[in-house]
């Protein structure tokens, strides 16, 4: 059958329904997806004691020799490929202290996040669990990793992550009684699923975090990086250590910055900070903040630039320090989205 | 313009262009997908005294108070719906001990997991990590978990998962001088890898497992469910509780078996075990192949049926503990896709 033959005998209704099933394209169309560990190192084990263990309460001690070589501090990534990509560069998404990757995935209350936002939109994202957290598995201590590891409790986000006022009695289990900030876009019947979200964390393992992410950047880039919270001091350093593979850096509420030694690293590297609401009231904020932009103010005397995106100054008002979790999370997306537009990394 | 004139006005060459993008359909077309943490419960931490705790080393100790409300086993699910179902029900994945949902996802080696296969034949994949595994998160011990995590050598694996033959020295670094079982099909050259997706592991915590699976069960099923090593007793004991939501089950060399004074439970729920290689020569193996094999001969005898897959015996040979991640991974795949479609549980 020639091509002419085949266009005769396509029948009106079948090139409608034709393009009909290419219109209602799947909203997720991906070429690839998977997962993978990076970096970390090996740690010998030698000289302990064998240890009694009961592996069932009430059971009988076993015997358990602690001495080996043990694979520590890796990093677990996952990523989606569209199936048409549009943004020129992948976009590697990296979480805040106390969470994982699951910080870009649905949100508490079930709704669509930042990773399903990017993913739509044609970006390859790469989302990670820092070390020693999620899949990224973590060491014994105090023989591998120095110090103990902090567990949150329910209540502990609810006013340090800008949700509630602070005061006794703000938090409460029953969605319906939390007082929250006024006009908050937290979903706040959804803050009993955040708090399930939250896993153990070390403050000891900065250097073998920042190890990892920069195996992730040699592995995966030149790349944009978006950080949350904790992984600003890690998207800064990292990008210091790597200026010719992290080609833009958005900075979602830093908490911590880059090396103050070396703004001139980052004079060829785009940076967007983006803040919510309720700061100025904040009593830890104003300074994080001020931090923040003292340390940008550093880059751009060296020749570098970036730009402050203050939500509320834009009026998009409301927002917690999970921005990616408020209901106008997709809003604050598309601002983003934009913002990689203008910097040519979208076609 | 009518459908005749548009149809008219399809050029050949149009409308081949057309018939290619539609064949060219993406490799996994997915309406939607996301994650949540289901189950889990409140533990209330009273009394104990503040902690000095050194936040980073020789930093200033800063004082921690331990007490508080505390939500812990928790499970975290990440879920892919294709755009196209053509599984009749949702198919869930337990992993086996040490481990996470990264065990069905990409192989150690880069290649594609059962995760992937799946959802490209078009069932709807809900992925888990189980309780203080992976993105679950873990809680503080001994205050709330009984007992101590495990934690495993490198080299542990390499003989107990039937990789290497036994005997010191077999395990090495270098892939080229490990002394893999003759003809096995485990991508030794990411063995390291694999080592990097090994988590710590309580042995205390079966009972909130079980709970956080069977809240899983309630919230997504009826389901089918595919279960690896030590979540065999998981989806056998889940089954037994929600003998009306789980349709069939699927148990790749399961660890441990079911209640063994609820047989009858199981009548109606078709079961599949799948065995690898390398059985009868094992130390451990051939006991628990029988006791997995005694156990369903037990659901028989009360109505029941199932159906033992001896891979070596169906020709397929080579096989580790770890098939998911065996270079024939895809076929041992193609094989329980079968099995799902003579239940009739595929459409």
Sequence with gaps: MTASTLARRISAAAALSLLAACASEPPIALKDMGSFHV?????????????????????????????????????????????????????????????????????????????????KRGWAVYNSDAVERGRSGWAQYPDIFPGEPIFLTKENPFERFRIGASGAGNYNKDPAKMKTLPGSQFPVEGYDNFTKQVVPRWTTT???????????????????????????????????????????????????????????????????????????????????????????????????????????KMGIRGNSHMIMNDRNNLDVAAVMQKWLESKGLYR
């Design 206 to 312: 900065d250097p073998a975090i920042i190890a990892a992410y920069t195996a992730l950047v040699d592995k995966v880039c030149p790349c944009v990086v978006l950080v949350h919270s904790q992984a600003g001091q890690f998207g800064l350093k990292v990008a210091q250590a790597r200026p010719d593979k992290v080609k833009a850096l958005i900075l979602v509420e830093p908490a911590g910055v880059g090396d103050a030694t070396q703004f001139a690293a980052l004079k060829n590297v785009p940076i967007l900070a983006v803040y919510g609401d309720y700061i100025e009231q904040d009593s830890r904020w104003p300074q994080m903040k001020a931090n923040g932009v003292r340390f940008l103010d550093g880059v751009k005397t060296a020749g570098g630039n970036y730009e402050v995106y203050d939500l509320p």
């Design 39 to 119: 970096g970390g190192r090996e740690v010998l084990i030698t000289g302990k004691p064998v240890k009694e263990v009961v592996f069932t309460p009430g059971g009988v001690p076993a015997k358990v020799d602690p001495n080996g070589l043990y694979q520590v501090e890796q990093m677990y990534v996952q990523y989606f490929i569209p199936a048409r990509q549009r943004g020129s560069l992948p976009l590697l998404m990296w979480h805040g202290g106390g969470l994982t990757g699951v910080t870009y995935e649905s949100t508490p209350d079930g709704r669509e996040g930042w990773l399903n936002y990017f993913v």
